[in-house]
Structures are given as C-alpha cells and as structure tokens.
C-alpha cells in the first residue's frame, strides 16, 4: 500500500537520513518489530483459537506470499509446521 504523499516520503526520508546510524538503526528495527507485532495481534483477533504456530506460519505467509511462487510457499509452509517452538 501506498498511501503518503510523494513530497512526505521524502520529508520522511530526509529526517530519517540525518539521524546518526545507530538512531536510524534502532528505529528502523522498532519499526519492523510493531509491524509484526500489528500483523500478529490481526491475526490472533482473527484466529482466537490458533496456537503460536499456526499464527508465525500465517504471519510469514502474509510477509512473503509475493516473495515465493505458490509452489515455493507451499513447501516453505510445510517445513514450518515441523518445527518445535
């Protein structure tokens, strides 16, 4: 989705870029970890019944379904359902 003007991502951009590394660093992974922690909390408000498996498993198919062919996804998700947590 793309939804913020051109002209704030580059405000965005250049605010985020004169911050020192270890900032932006740490912002960027504080970013990443609400988003899946937003995407997490959808999928278990969705799901109440599904255990921690089977909302990672979901959680890395909504990430990445465009990143793999169906296939690909397929064999993925499989492996992930043998995995101890």
Known sequence: MKDTPEEIMMLQHKI???KPAEESSS???EMIEDGISVCSSGIKIDHPSWTE???RIELF???YCLDFSGEELKKIIEHLKTIKL
């Open 16 to 18: 985020f870029m004169a």
């Open 27 to 29: 912002l960027a992974l």
């Open 53 to 55: 498996k089977d909302i």
């Open 61 to 63: 198919n909504r990430l």
